[in-house]
């Protein structure tokens, strides 16, 4: 068989086709895991989400969160005085959804909740408080990491 620019071309043809075939095949293979399951839910309502970042800013009510040791500190603004403060604490793992979990916002009489972290795997933390005083809403993020 003689090796003209037809064979050549067609040989790249087919190696291309191949190459297409093959990279299809690896890529559907993949796990893909998303940020949240109602992904398209949370970026309908994410205006109120801006909204409730503000009014967090605006009164200055961010929650101070620190975290040394296997210890995680949460502060509560002490301007707002309420007893009654409600909400959730979301640990967000950007790596794997499956470590994600949330507790109960339970701060003591000074503001304060302590959170254990000696369970929490090594790296990336994301810990947003969501949290509720009398009829005004709070919103605060925070990234950490784990050592």
């Not at 309908?44 to 967090?56: A, F, G, P, V």
């Not at 500190?73 to 007893?83: C, V, W």
């Not at 994301?126 to 005004?136: G, L, Q």
Request: proline share 2%; with cysteine.
């Amino acid at each position: 068989m003689k090796f003209n620019w037809g064979t050549g071309i067609m040989f790249i043809c087919i190696g291309f086709v191949l190459l297409c075939i093959t990279a299809a095949v690896i890529f559907m293979n993949q796990d893909v895991e998303l940020v949240s399951n109602n992904y398209y839910d949370k970026e309908i309502r994410y205006q109120d989400k801006i909204n409730i970042l503000r009014h967090t800013r605006d009164l200055h009510a961010d929650v101070n969160i620190e975290s040394s040791f296997n210890i995680i500190t949460l502060h509560f603004p002490g301007a707002i005085k309420s007893i009654s403060r409600t909400g959730d604490i979301i640990f967000f793992r950007p790596s794997g959804e499956k470590n994600d979990f949330k507790i109960k916002v339970s701060p003591d009489s000074d503001g304060t909740q302590i959170i254990s972290s000696e369970k929490l795997k090594k790296g990336l933390w994301k810990i947003a408080v969501d949290w509720k005083s009398d009829d005004n809403q709070f919103y605060t993020e925070k990234s950490i990491l784990i050592n």
